[in-house]
C-alpha cells in the first residue's frame, strides 16, 4: 500500500510559478511510475506528466511540454510538480499517483491540491 500526499496548490496570477509536491508513504516508492493529473469541474481526469521508476524517463501532455518539470526523490519518497509560464486553463485540481510498471492503471491516488491560475 502507498499512501499520497499532495501540498503545493494555491492561487497565483497567469504568468506565473508554483511547484507541487507528493509526499508517499508505504514500501517501496522507488519502485512506482509516478505521475500527476488533473480534472476541471464536469471533465475528465487528464494526464499531465509521468516518470519511471528506474531510469528517470518522463513524458508530458503536449499542453505543459516546455512549461510543467516532473521529478522524484526517491530517497525522500516524493514527487514534484515544477510549472511555470501558466496559464488560466491550467486551473485544475492535481492528483498525484503511482503504479507498478507492469500495471496499466494507476493503483494509487493522492486527495489532490486545487492550483488557481488567475487571468
Known amino acids: 500500500q502507498v499512501q499520497l500526499v499532495e501540498s503545493g496548490g494555491g492561487l497565483v496570477p497567469a504568468g506565473g510559478s508554483l511547484r507541487l509536491s507528493c509526499a508517499a508513504s508505504?514500501?517501496?516508492?522507488?519502485?512506482?511510475?509516478m505521475g500527476w493529473f488533473r480534472q476541471t469541474p464536469g471533465k475528465e481526469r487528464e494526464f499531465v506528466a509521468t516518470?519511471?521508476?528506474?531510469?528517470?524517463?518522463?513524458v508530458y501532455a503536449d499542453d505543459v511540454k516546455g512549461r510543467f518539470t516532473i521529478s522524484r526523490d526517491n530517497a525522500k519518497s516524493t514527487v514534484a510538480l515544477q510549472m511555470i509560464s501558466l496559464v488560466p486553463e491550467d486551473t485544475a485540481v492535481y492528483y498525484c499517483?503511482?503504479?507498478?510498471?507492469?500495471?496499466?492503471?494507476?493503483?494509487?491516488w493522492g486527495q489532490g491540491t486545487q492550483v488557481t491560475v488567475s487571468s
Open positions: 516518470i519511471t521508476s528506474s531510469s528517470g524517463d518522463t
Open positions: 499517483a503511482a503504479r507498478l510498471p507492469v500495471s496499466i492503471h494507476w493503483q494509487y
Open positions: 508505504g514500501r517501496g516508492f522507488s519502485l512506482y511510475t
